[in-house]
């Protein structure tokens, strides 16, 4: 069964900097493409970053670019979000999510719970 | 970015059948795919490529659709349909949709 468990959510003030995990069981982890996706309290999906199999190809949403990194660790099977110069704007549940392909399709074929991430004075 | 607009909010009975429809602000060919969100959980990924059904995906969903105007059909409807259904497009960098609520009578 493929698992996806995020980790690291919690309350950040402006400008701080927090860093998210995704651990990854039930497929080998290596072998896909893989993207963070956030949803902002009662509000609708909004893409962040995707990031190849290899890690060799990072992709962000123009309002992350410069401020959040995506990274991976395949020997551990973990994907990471280091978030940086936080706002309130990035108030939000981070899921953490597969891509079905090595590359980037774009398409989310398996999601985490969520971590939640609070942005705030 | 290519915006997509979803149908609003529905109401429909059990056993009826369902379109939900979903339109891009340019072509997206068939780059367009769907999820589900219950209350309280995560999206699952429905339909990809916009009419190929994910695997466990009960037969009941179906998707069509190219360029600009796709659908998302539900027949018949169950009550454990009620969710939130969100389309979107992997034709460049992805966006959502606002997300049709579907609620059962």
């Known amino acids: 069964e493929v698992q996806l468990v995020e980790s690291g959510g919690g309350l950040v003030q402006p400008g701080r900097s927090m860093k998210l995990s995704c651990a990854a069981s039930?497929?080998?982890?290596?072998?896909?493409?893989m993207a963070w996706v956030r949803q902002a309290p009662t509000k609708g999906l909004e893409w962040v970053a995707t990031?190849?199999?290899?890690?060799?190809?990072?992709y962000y949403r123009d309002s992350v670019k410069g401020r959040f990194t995506i990274s991976r660790d395949n020997a551990k099977s973990t994907l990471y979000l280091q978030m940086n110069s936080l706002r309130s704007e990035d108030t939000a549940t981070y899921y953490c999510?597969?891509?079905?392909?090595?590359?980037?399709?774009?398409?989310?074929?398996?999601w985490g719970q969520g971590a939640s991430v609070t942005v705030s004075s | 970015d290519t915006v997509l607009t979803q149908s609003p909010a529905l109401a429909v009975s059990p056993g009826e059948r369902v379109t939900i429809s979903c339109r891009a602000s340019?072509?997206?060919?068939?780059?367009m795919h769907w999820y589900q969100q219950k209350p309280g959980q995560q999206p699952k990924l429905l339909i990809y490529?916009?009419?190929n059904l994910e695997s466990g995906v009960p037969a009941r969903f179906s998707g069509s659709g190219s360029g600009t105007d796709f659908t998302l059909t539900i027949d018949p409807v169950e009550a454990d349909d009620t969710a939130t259904y969100y389309c979107q497009q992997s034709w460049n960098d992805p966006t959502f949709g606002a997300g049709t609520k579907l609620e059962l009578k």
């Open positions: 490529l916009a009419s």
């Open positions: 039930g497929f080998t982890f290596s072998n896909y493409g």
């Open positions: 999510t597969r891509d079905p392909t090595m590359g980037t399709s774009y398409v989310m074929d398996a």
């Open positions: 340019e072509s997206v060919s068939t780059l």
């Open positions: 990031i190849s199999y290899d890690g060799s190809s990072t």
